[in-house]
C-alpha cells in the first residue's frame, strides 16, 4: 500500500514562480526521494535526502526533510514552462530491505508562461 | 546516467493472449530490478522485486502467476502478462539497481499495455 501522501494533488502556478510541494509518510526511512514524471514517461530521479539530512540543494530545486513530522517538502524556485511534470516522492523504509521504494500520490504542477 | 531501457514502449493485444516486456540496463549490472504498475493520473504501485539468478518476491495481493518476472542475466528482466484481460490495460515501469549504481534507482521510460 502506498504510505505516501502528497499536497497539493495540483498545483498550477506562472512562469517565474516558485513552487513547493509537500509529502508526508508513515514509517521510519532510509532515505526520502523525488522523481519527475512527464505524462506518460518515466521517472526522472531528481534528488535523494538520507534521513540524517535535513536540507538538501540540487540548481533549482530545494528539498527538506523532518523525521520528527515524517514530512518533506520540495522546493522549486523560478519555475519555467519545462518544470510542468508530476512529482512524487518515494520513501525507501528501514522495515524493508532491497530498496523497494514505496511512492506517494503525486502533485501534477502546471507552470504557465 | 545510467540507462534503463524497456521494450516495447506500448503494445495492443488481444483478451487471453501473453505479453512480455523486457526491462534492460544498458551501462550498469542491475543486481536489482523492481516492476511497478501505474494507472492513469495515479502513483506507482510495486508489483515486484527481482534479484539476478533467484526468484521474484511478490507485494501482496499480485498474482505471481499471472506475472511472471524473469531476471536471468545482470542487464535483463521480463515480465509476461499471461491471458491478459482488459483490466490488465495499464502502464508498466521498471526501475533497476546495482553495485555500481550509486545507490541510485534507475528508471526506464515504462510501457504501455492495451487489452482489447
Known amino acids: 500500500s502506498q504510505q505516501g501522501e502528497e499536497d497539493p494533488q495540483a498545483l498550477s502556478i506562472q512562469e517565474g514562480e516558485n513552487a513547493t510541494m509537500n509529502c508526508s509518510y508513515k514509517?521510519?526511512?532510509?532515505?526520502l526521494q523525488w522523481y519527475r514524471q512527464n505524462s506518460g514517461r518515466g521517472l526522472v530521479h531528481l534528488i535523494l535526502i538520507r534521513s540524517n539530512e535535513r536540507e538538501k540543494h540540487s540548481g533549482r530545486l530545494r528539498v527538506t526533510l523532518d523525521t520528527s513530522k515524517k514530512s518533506s517538502s520540495l522546493l522549486i524556485t523560478a519555475s519555467r514552462a519545462a518544470d510542468t511534470a508530476s512529482y512524487f516522492c518515494a520513501t525507501d523504509a528501514k522495515e524493508t530491505s532491497g530498496s523497494r521504494l514505496t511512492f506517494g500520490e503525486g502533485t501534477q504542477l502546471t507552470v504557465n508562461p | 546516467g545510467a540507462v534503463v531501457s524497456q521494450h516495447p514502449s506500448w503494445v495492443i493485444c488481444k483478451s487471453g493472449t501473453s505479453v512480455k516486456i523486457e526491462c534492460r540496463s544498458l551501462?550498469?549490472?542491475?543486481?536489482?530490478m523492481f516492476w511497478y504498475r501505474q494507472f492513469p493520473k495515479q502513483s506507482l504501485m510495486l508489483m515486484a522485486t527481482?534479484?539476478?539468478?533467484?526468484?521474484?518476491?511478490?507485494e501482496q495481493g499480485v498474482e505471481k502467476d499471472k506475472f511472471l518476472i524473469n531476471h536471468a542475466s545482470l542487464t535483463l528482466s521480463t515480465l509476461t502478462v499471461t491471458s491478459a484481460h482488459p483490466e490488465d490495460s495499464s502502464f508498466y515501469i521498471c526501475?533497476?539497481?546495482?553495485?555500481?549504481?550509486?545507490?541510485?534507482?534507475?528508471f526506464g521510460e515504462g510501457s504501455w499495455l492495451t487489452v482489447v
Open positions: 514509517t521510519s526511512i532510509n532515505n
Open positions: 526501475s533497476a539497481m546495482g553495485p555500481h549504481s550509486g545507490n541510485t534507482i534507475y
Open positions: 551501462d550498469f549490472q542491475a543486481t536489482t
Open positions: 527481482s534479484n539476478e539468478g533467484s526468484k521474484a518476491t511478490y
